[in-house]
């Protein structure tokens, strides 16, 4: 029974020390990032990704704080980053990397990730990932946008019937957005080649 009471008590213990330190490498991971951030909004994507010498980009916090939340969204800004710089190797590595309860955040990256298989070619990959931004937490604000992409990829495949249900998906499900206009034009278009 001591035995037993001791493991049980060595746990709660390890865990409790490992709680800490987590929540203690969060906070000050954030504290780090903020300076990244800033660097990101201004479009200083080296800077935001490398720290300016003083304070920490992304890369180092991902690597420093890596059990951290901090870390996390981290790789969401760095794929963003790399993604803006034409590298979309790393993009899609570490947008892959990312994953967030937060589901308009998360569905953000798969679209990301869909941009960046776009940029090389690789269409089935993009189509795989504007799907699943598509079907992550569906709303009136992003998910048009991400349907959109979808249905030009389509076409670039020259796959005009999924493209022409896509287009319709949006036209039937968010007439408020600004993606349904063209949506329009590009079912009539299509709809126009298909005769």
Do not use: C, W
Not at 28 to 39: G, K, L, N, P, R
Not at 159 to 185: C, G, M, V
């Amino acid at each position: 029974i001591f035995t037993v009471l001791g493991v049980i008590a060595v746990l709660l213990l390890g865990f409790s020390i490992f709680s800490y330190f987590k929540s203690n490498q969060n906070n000050t991971a954030q504290e780090e990032m903020f300076q990244a951030v800033y660097y990101f909004e201004k479009d200083s994507l080296v800077q935001a990704l490398n720290g300016d010498g003083n304070n920490y980009g992304f890369l180092e916090i991902i690597d420093e704080y890596g059990l951290s939340d901090a870390a996390n969204l981290s790789k969401f800004y760095a794929g963003a980053s790399y993604l803006k710089l034409g590298n979309y190797e790393n993009a899609i590595n570490y947008l892959d990397e990312f994953s967030s309860s937060d589901l308009l955040i998360q569905a953000r990256a798969y679209s990301l990730i869909g941009d960046a298989y776009v940029e090389i070619g690789d269409y089935d990959n993009s189509i795989y990932y504007f799907k699943k931004a598509s079907n992550e937490n569906p709303n009136e604000f992003f998910t048009p946008s991400y349907l959109l992409k979808l249905a030009i990829v389509y076409e670039e495949t020259g796959d005009l019937e999924s493209a022409l249900d896509t287009y319709e998906e949006i036209i039937e499900e968010f007439k408020n957005s600004p993606e349904f206009q063209t949506s329009l034009k590009n079912k009539s278009r299509i709809e126009g080649l298909l005769l």
